[in-house]
């Protein structure tokens, strides 16, 4: 068994706590530094990650890492549970979605007065440096980038004798997915309803010259863009490019339930590091490129982080932690023990010397990036507070507008009031 | 006071002094029993819960410490959250729909279980097993295939002629398949009926059927009313369960309370607020709502009880 | 009723009734039975053919996700193994223990403030845990019990699930009192009846409430995801849940594999104690 029963602890229960919380974390070898690492992912991560641990801890004596890994879901409860608590893990990975949200909110350590001494990112481009700033301070170190990028099943637009929907614009992708559907007697269709998914929503705002957000956390846009962006869509389900409400809703915003996934419909809206997932689920071969264009000349796209390292406010071990951080995105070996398995790494030798040793998937992955860097826009800046309420909010709406409650104007009206109101009460 | 009455008050005295004595030595021995349960109520549960109580009248946002705002929380909550509404409603029809449902199922295999035929460890391990697999993800999926509009239950219907609709993803009715599934999951008060039956003398059956009474006669006359502690019981657990409902909606809609809000249960609705969108102070107003609501339904079954429930002592 | 040792069965029904029964039965079954079926089916699928093929059938028959699931996490799935059954078996002790004592006390005993305790008791009920959560675990961090067993095991010994309290508090109500009242004539105190009349005719609860406690640690996963964190200490839930990640590369089968196993120690302990459950009057009579 492996319970703690020893004295201290009896004696503390037999008190009560409030008088001795001063004791509570006690670090059993004060000499060493224990670090506590926290990252959610596959098996294949851990299995990386745990390496990397090994090969640092045979490096440097006296520093010992506790990996602690769980899956996606599990991973913020518990992360939100020990952060209330300040007992954090030291060293956190980090999604694009909540860094402003921890920052913000000072559980997260500002990195910037360890650049350039044992935090060696200067190789890092601006884009990958800025993606992981908050307010202007770096709050993260960008252990790999990733894009938007549609995924789709090659084979269905095959057997519809049309072209792939590569680098298309809006009008001609659903065209093709029309065509798609057609093929399959509308049993199977062109492409999945992205209405209610916000990277699809943004790149195609980008694409207007609009954003989610603006610099100073207003909305960044308006009803009619809200309301296009519902009648598009409206459209496409009306030529059956896509999906009825009734199918669509069964897709619960995750891999495995995808239509994609679930053989319903051949193109997922996603992002690049997410291919792996799904080609492992799928009988055909899956192909991956950027989502569809609108008339302007950007695309949208933008590089930003698939994760990032961050460290606790409250870590004791701030130095040890950021050396192992960089220990694994800047050293050869740490680098490639990782691999492009959390994204394409941000430092270019890095990206060369992991990309030798590549499977064919991860090269598309990597291939694909390539190919996006040069297309891509600025990254927007940190989303407000309430930006995860928005997401969901965008969701039901377009449910709403699907499912023919609301209309598609008022659908557009009511997204943009709701997101006020949601934006004015953070 | 007389002053006949005086006059045995001295000798009452030391009647009444060990008379005390009994009644607190009683107490102290009741008290024993109690102990395990007063140290873990008073250590490690009144603290938390008084604590989130507390955080009811704040705006608490995990990271930083509270700030006390008063009755904020509160108003807010009644004058201007559409979604503290529709999650009351979403909860109602739920607990309403599924509790009766699913005890009257629970019971009625519980009573079939009951008898003497072959196999029944068998039949028990396997009507059981749905609650076994608590929130697995096989559930999710067999409920999609049972649901969905291609699903096995329309083509049953598709059988007969009806063309069903998209059960589980309709927001008109997937709040429907999540009571079938709260029914589906009906294991835990059917052992509970089970233990309860067991503990039925057979005796009571044995005069009961020299009298002559039949099997309806006998369920009504004397196993319902020897059962109603048990049935009492289930009734105020179950319905407790069911006002506190997350797993459920958890495990079909991947705790989005979708479609358009339509499984968005009162405690996933106070999840997402805590957890999601770092409104834990908001999150424990809405816990101490509910907390209000169901000791009101409790206290009131408890009231009614009397009524109808038949104990032994 | 002192001298009854049958159990409390109706006749057997006849053999036309009996075939009815067992069509029905079954029917009832095969729908209890098919998330079982689906799984163990995934089990033996490769990944690509979990999701998008609903026959259950595998089209490619492969064991490889039994020996990749139990040893293929950096810490073997019998150490979760391990881990489940030492919390579960305590809690199993602590639960019973400590239930049966609080309820016989609400049930039974006269002392001042009882129904002020019961009605907090029950209260314990009823707040949903997710607001409990952040304090109980500052309040299990401050006595340094975060990252051990203890936060999952001690209060099953202190009674904290109401539930168990209320359940055993409802079937002792049950027992007739003469059976106490002959007892305290043959000069029993308290823990006497407790222990001899009580007890003995509670075995079907007991029973229950073993059941259940049994069930529901081993399918808890809330519990020690917030308190556990070294993976050497997780559950087999928590091990099952490292499988897969909604965000990236999963591995469904190899889930889907351990889930089957990790419900043959949950069946085993019911089949063992549904007997107990059935057989409990018989074997122990009404002996006042």
């Known amino acids: ?426 | 006071m007389t002053t006949t009455a005086q006059i045995p008050l001295t000798i009452i005295e030391p009647e009444k002094t060990s008379k005390r004595w009994r009644g607190l030595s009683r107490a102290l021995v009741a008290y024993s029993f109690l102990i395990p349960w007063l140290i873990g109520f008073l250590g490690l549960t009144l603290g938390p819960t008084l604590a989130s109580l507390y955080l009811s009248f704040t705006n608490f946002d995990l990271l930083q410490d509270p700030q006390v705002i008063g009755l904020a929380n509160y108003q807010r909550i009644f004058t201007n959250d559409a979604k503290f509404w529709h999650s009351m409603q979403v909860t109602f029809t739920y607990v309403i729909l599924a509790v009766p449902l699913k005890l009257a199922f629970a019971l009625g295999l519980a009573m079939v279980l009951n008898r003497g035929i072959a196999g029944l460890p068998l039949y028990r391990a396997l009507f059981y097993l749905p609650s076994l697999l608590g929130a697995s993800v096989a559930i999710a999926v067999l409920w999609r295939q049972l649901f969905a509009k291609d699903g096995l239950v329309n083509v049953v219907l598709g059988f007969f002629g009806f063309a069903g609709p998209s059960w589980i993803s309709d927001p008109s009715y997937s709040l429907y398949t999540l009571v079938l599934l709260s029914v589906w999951q009906f294991g835990s008060p059917m052992i509970i009926f089970l233990a309860g039956l067991r503990q039925i003398p057979p005796d009571v059956y044995e005069a009961a059927s020299i009298d002559g009474a039949n099997k309806v006669q006998q369920f009504i006359k004397i196993t319902l009313p020897l059962l109603t502690p048990v049935v009492f019981f289930n009734f105020i657990v179950q319905t407790i369960d069911a006002f506190k409902a997350f797993t459920p909606a958890f495990i079909i809609s991947e705790g989005t309370g979708g479609p358009i809000d339509s499984t968005l249960f009162y405690t996933l609705y106070l999840y997402q607020e805590g957890f999601a969108y770092f409104r834990m102070g908001y999150a424990s107003a809405l816990a101490w709502i509910l907390l209000i609501i169901i000791a009101c339904f409790t206290a009131f079954s408890f009231l009614t009880s009397r009524y109808w429930v038949h104990y032994n002592d | 009723m002192t001298d009854t040792t049958t159990v409390a069965t109706t006749p057997n029904v006849s053999g036309g009734r009996s075939l009815l029964y067992h069509v029905i039965l079954c029917g009832v079954s095969l729908i209890m039975l098919y998330p079982l079926l689906w799984m163990l089916a995934s089990s033996f699928k490769p990944d690509d053919e979990i999701f998008g093929n609903a026959s259950l059938w595998p089209e490619t028959f492969t064991i490889d996700a039994y020996i990749r699931g139990w040893s293929g996490l950096t810490v073997s799935f019998g150490t979760f193994f391990w881990n489940s059954l030492v919390i579960a078996v305590l809690s199993v002790i602590g639960n019973v223990f400590s239930c049966s004592l609080a309820a016989y006390a609400f049930a039974r005993l006269k002392f001042p403030l009882k129904n002020f305790w019961f009605a907090l008791m029950l209260g314990t009920l009823m707040l949903p845990y997710h607001v409990t959560l952040i304090p109980q675990y500052v309040l299990f961090l401050n006595l340094d019990w975060v990252n051990t067993f203890l936060p999952l095991v001690v209060p099953k010994f202190l009674a904290a699930d109401a539930f168990f309290i209320f359940l055993l508090y409802q079937f002792f109500r049950g027992i007739p009192r003469e059976l106490d009242e002959a007892a305290i004539i043959d000069g029993a105190g308290p823990w006497r009846i407790f222990w001899s009349v009580m007890l003995p005719l509670s075995i079907p609860a007991l029973a229950t409430a073993a059941i259940f406690t049994f069930i529901w640690t081993w399918d808890d996963f809330f519990g020690p995801l917030i308190y556990l964190n070294d993976a050497s200490q997780y559950t087999v839930q928590l091990g099952l849940r490292t499988f897969v990640d909604s965000t990236g590369k999963s591995d469904w089968s190899a889930l889907f594999a351990m889930s089957v196993v990790a419900l043959i120690p949950v069946l085993l302990f019911f089949a063992v104690f549904q007997r107990l459950l059935i057989e409990g009057i018989a074997t122990t009579g009404l002996k006042g």
């Not at chain 1, 993606?131 to 095959?158: E, H, P, R, T």
């Open chain 1, 1 to 426: 068994m492996t319970h703690d029963f020893d004295r201290r602890t009896l004696l503390k229960a037999a008190l009560g706590s409030a008088g001795l919380a001063a004791l509570g974390s006690v670090p059993a070898f004060a000499q060493d530094s224990r670090i506590r690492l926290y990252w959610w992912g596959s098996k294949e991560r851990s299995d990386r990650t745990l390496k990397a641990v090994s090969l640092y801890q045979d490096r440097n004596a006296g520093v010992k890492i506790d990996g602690e890994t769980l899956a996606w879901g599990d991973y913020w409860p518990r992360l939100a549970t020990q952060a209330a608590g300040r007992n954090a893990p030291d060293l956190i990975q980090m999604d694009y979605r909540y860094v402003a949200e921890y920052a913000r909110r000072g559980a997260l350590l500002p990195l910037d007065e360890f650049v350039g001494k044992s935090l060696d990112i200067s190789d890092f481009d601006k884009a990958s440096l800025d993606s992981c700033k908050v307010d202007g301070k770096l709050y993260g170190i960008n252990l790999g980038n990733n894009s938007n990028a549609m995924i789709y099943n090659k084979a269905a637009f095959q057997k519809a004798g049309v072209a792939e929907p590569i680098d298309v614009t809006w009008d001609k992708f659903f065209e093709l997915a029309a065509a798609v559907t057609k093929a399959h007697n509308g049993e199977y269709y062109g492409t999945s309803d992205g209405s209610g998914e916000e990277s699809p929503y943004e790149n195609w705002l980008r694409q207007r010259g609009k954003a989610l957000f603006t610099e100073d956390g207003k909305l960044g846009l308006d009803e009619k863009d809200a309301t296009d962006w519902f009648a598009m869509w409206a459209k496409a389900r009306e030529t059956k490019a896509c999906p009825p409400a009734d199918l669509q809703a069964l897709d619960k915003n995750n891999i495995e339930t995808n239509l994609l996934t679930q053989g319903r419909a051949a193109c997922a809206f996603n992002h690049s590091n997410q291919y792996v997932g799904y080609q492992v689920l799928n009988k055909n071969p899956l192909g991956i490129t950027m989502y569809p264009q609108g008339a302007g000349p950007s695309p949208g796209h933008y590089l930003k982080p698939s994760m990032m390292w961050s460290i606790y406010a409250r870590t004791k071990v701030a130095e040890p932690v950021v050396k192992f951080a960089n220990f694994t995105v800047k050293d050869v070996e740490g680098a490639k023990l990782l691999g492009v398995e959390r994204g394409v790494p941000a430092s270019p030798k890095i990206r060369e010397a992991v990309s030798a040793d590549l499977d064919a998937m991860g090269k598309l992955v990597v291939d694909f990036i390539s190919h996006v860097t040069p297309k891509v826009g600025p990254i927007p800046p940190a989303p407000p507070k309430g930006a995860g309420e928005i997401q969901t909010m965008l969701r039901r709406i377009a449910e709403q507008v699907s499912f023919g409650r609301v209309s598609v104007a008022d659908g557009g009206k009511q997204y943009v009031s709701e997101a006020q109101a949601i934006l004015s009460r953070a």
